[in-house]
């Protein structure tokens, strides 16, 4: 079990390696939050390979970032089915990096949807009902919990990437400690921003006791 009593499926997965897949859209930070757990292996004493992939240059567009963390790593990229956790800051984009978690995986997901701007059109389709329910048959490898209200709450929407790093820092068998990855952050971070990244940090770790989807 983590420090807050769930029982998460990292449990189950010991590695040596960390591959730890994060999902979103531009503009809500996820390639930020690649950079604070980065800063945070490295103060751990550990190696780190990144990589991004980004899908349009303007805002709402599609960015999945892999992060490989420990020793004799290889290449940046994390194949189907190997990494222990994934991060979706977006509650469709966790369809796009579910086919990387690893059987005992854990995911942790924002359920905030992001409407893409075709949907009014017609052009594309966004079934959230369809989305949750898979989710949601996923037991408690699915972790949902709503990181941009807590974000609000915290000081700005814009710290909903931190409100899921919080939320990440409790779970067991990590390469770094929490007071390691918020290190990271206020390496990575303006000091003008560390008050309300630090109000939504703590308010992931909150959430984790709460969250009627873990464990």
Same mark, same amino acid.
Not at 55 to 80: N, T
Not at 99 to 104: N, R, V
């Given at each position: 079990?983590?420090?807050?009593?769930?029982?998460?499926?990292? !449990?189950n997965v010991?590695?040596? /390696?960390?591959?730890?897949?994060?999902?979103?859209?531009?503009?809500?930070?996820?390639?930020?939050?690649?950079?604070?757990?980065?800063?945070?292996?490295?103060?751990?004493?550990? !190696?780190?390979?990144?990589?991004?992939?980004?899908?349009?240059?303007?805002? !709402?567009?599609?960015?999945? +970032?892999?992060?490989?963390?420990?020793?004799?790593?290889?290449?940046?990229?994390?194949?189907?089915?190997? $990494?222990?956790?994934?991060?979706?800051?977006?509650?469709?984009?966790?369809?796009?990096?579910?086919?990387?978690?690893?059987?005992?995986?854990? %995911?942790?997901? /924002?359920?905030?949807?992001?409407?893409? #701007?075709?949907? %009014? +059109?017609?052009?594309?389709?966004? /079934?959230?009902?369809?989305?949750?329910?898979?989710?949601?048959?996923?037991?408690?490898?699915?972790?949902?919990?709503? $990181?941009?209200?807590? $974000?609000? !709450?915290?000081?700005? +929407?814009?710290?909903?990437?931190?409100?899921?790093?919080?939320?990440?820092?409790?779970? #067991?068998?990590?390469?770094?400690?929490?007071e390691q990855?918020?290190?990271?952050?206020?390496?990575?971070? #303006?000091?003008?921003?560390?008050?309300? /990244?630090?109000?939504?940090?703590?308010?992931?770790?909150?959430?984790?006791?709460?969250?009627?989807?873990?464990?």
């Amino acid at each position: 079990m983590n420090k807050n009593g769930n029982s998460l499926q990292t !449990e189950n997965v010991t590695p040596s /390696n960390w591959a730890i897949i994060i999902t979103g859209v531009g503009g809500q930070g996820g390639v930020l939050a690649s950079r604070i757990m980065a800063e945070a292996a490295i103060i751990a004493g550990y !190696e780190v390979r990144t990589s991004e992939t980004i899908g349009m240059a303007q805002r !709402e567009g599609v960015v999945v +970032s892999h992060i490989k963390i420990g020793r004799d790593l290889g290449g940046p990229l994390i194949g189907d089915g190997t $990494a222990q956790i994934l991060l979706s800051l977006e509650l469709a984009e966790s369809l796009r990096g579910w086919p990387k978690l690893h059987p005992a995986g854990q %995911a942790l997901i /924002n359920c905030r949807p992001i409407i893409p #701007p075709g949907v %009014a +059109s017609g052009m594309t389709q966004y /079934n959230q009902a369809a989305i949750m329910d898979f989710l949601q048959q996923q037991g408690s490898r699915a972790c949902l919990f709503d $990181a941009t209200a807590a $974000a609000i !709450e915290a000081g700005s +929407s814009k710290a909903t990437n931190m409100v899921m790093l919080g939320a990440f820092s409790t779970l #067991p068998n990590l390469p770094f400690t929490a007071e390691q990855l918020w290190q990271g952050a206020t390496t990575v971070l #303006p000091p003008k921003l560390h008050a309300v /990244n630090q109000s939504a940090f703590a308010a992931g770790q909150a959430l984790m006791t709460t969250a009627p989807s873990c464990g």
